[in-house]
Nanobody
Framework: QVQLVESGGGLVQAGGSLRVSCTASGRTVSLYRVAWYRQVAGKEREWVAS???????LYADSAKGRFTISRDNAKNTVDLQMNSLKPEDTAVYYCNIPGVAWGQGTQVTVSS
């Protein structure tokens, strides 16, 4: 059974940083494309960033230059380092392996 568990969310002031982590069980993350999404209540879930099995990364325009997605093969985790946070980054952040599993989400709140 595949399980993705996000952690590391919280409250931070605008301009601050936060790191969220996705820990996988039942799958080896290095073999898959793993993505981070976010969702604000009442809005569609929005793709944020992806890391591919080969290590290449892609970012949404809203995340470029501020967010960094990375993978720790030893820990079987995929992290999203978020810097220069803005109030509009406030959302529930979800980890995803396409076609396989979603995590339960972790709340990130950026105060102005």
């Amino acid at each position: 059974q595949v399980q993705l568990v996000e952690s590391g969310g919280g409250l931070v002031q605008a301009g601050g940083s936060l790191r969220v982590s996705c820990t996988a069980s039942g799958r080896t993350v290095s073999l898959y494309r793993v993505a981070w999404y976010r969702q604000v209540a009442g809005k569609e879930r929005e793709w944020v960033a992806s890391i591919y099995s080969g290590g290449s990364t892609l970012y949404a325009d809203s995340a470029k230059g501020r967010f960094t997605i990375s993978r720790d093969n030893a820990k079987n985790t995929v992290d999203l380092q978020m810097n220069s946070l803005k109030p509009e980054d406030t959302a529930v952040y979800y980890c995803n392996i396409p076609g396989v599993a979603w995590g339960q989400g972790t709340q990130v709140t950026v105060s102005s």
